[in-house]
């Protein structure tokens, strides 16, 4: 199984939330990269969307997870997939190219938002910062 995640949001390794020191602790943090998509506020947490408009990026982090397999029972569970499943209603989990800061690409495993963006506050650089 591919170990490499994309984070964007409550799990970025700034933001301060309990689960992105879960992640840290079960992972290695690779660095900064970018997706295509375009970035939605939802909520307190953003949602990053698949997009046509050409040049449009996704910021975030990558991370190498230690054992993919124990660590994705419980993110699948934060992001609302249910057990077993990649898909839910709002979100699915895939696997995508990710531009690496450093250099380089990528594949990574993603939490994407398949939600009604429409009237919802986009992000316009790509970059989810805490408090928004």
Known sequence: MNPHLFVYGSLLSTAGHP????LAAEARLIGPGSIAGT????????????????GQRVHGEVYALDD???????????EGLPPGKLESEKYVRVERPVQLAAGGETTAW?????GDVRG???IPD???????
């Open 19 to 22: 689960k992105g020191a879960r």
């Open 110 to 114: 993603v939490y994407l938002y398949k």
């Open 68 to 78: 993919p397999a124990r660590s994705f029972v419980w993110l699948d569970a934060y």
């Open 120 to 122: 919802l506050p986009r």
């Open 39 to 54: 970035l939605y506020r939802l909520s307190w947490y953003p949602g990053a969307v698949e997009s046509g408009e050409r």
């Open 126 to 132: 790509g970059r989810w910062k805490t408090g928004r």
